[in-house]
């Protein structure tokens, strides 16, 4: 069984740095999210040091419609390859949000990493928002993993007391 997805509509505001850029696009039909290029100016390549970080322009603005997020997410093949990351993976683009969306990229290898305008950077994934009420109580229900966590899952309770 076939099933075409379903588009939402997101205007974009490409900014004049990024003019002469392709929109974002979809790799393949069944990607997840759309490749965010480097909106670097032309012949100023970028280069990351070891463990440097930069906020790396796009050019674009969007307007996201209420009920979605956008989630900026590291590029597998640059973290392989040369360490490269989005160093607060994923960051959130905010529906609200007017403002330039920049990738905030880390070199966690060993070499430096050269940007170069319009190379792909990350990938931006829109996502449905669920948005929930907290109500105050004074205890919760009880699991059988309880409080336990950062790696205690799958082992018994003596191994966890110490």
């Known amino acids: 069984m076939t099933e075409t997805a379903a588009f939402v509509e997101v205007p974009v505001l490409v900014l ?6 392709p929109l974002p696009t979809y ?12 909106a670097l100016p032309e012949g100023e390549p970028l280069t990351l040091a070891p463990l440097a970080r930069a906020a790396v322009p796009t050019g674009l603005c969007l307007a996201l419609p209420e009920g979605y997020e956008g989630q900026v997410r590291p590029r597998s093949g640059l973290a392989l390859k040369q360490g490269l990351t989005v160093l607060n993976a994923p960051g959130t683009v905010d529906a609200d949000y007017r403002g330039e969306v920049k990738v905030l990229l ?17 990938q931006l994934v ?16 009880e699991t059988t993993r309880g409080s336990g966590g950062f790696g205690s899952t799958g082992l018994d309770a003596r191994t966890i007391s110490r």
């Open 27 to 38: 790799a393949t039909a069944g990607a997840a999210g759309l490749d965010l290029l480097a």
């Open 106 to 122: 880390i070199n966690l290898g060993t070499e430096p990493v050269v940007l170069e305008r319009g190379q792909r950077i990350a």
């Open 16 to 21: 004049e740095h990024a003019e002469g850029l």
């Open 126 to 141: 829109v996502a449905p928002v669920t948005r929930i009420q907290l109500r105050q109580t004074g205890d919760l229900s």
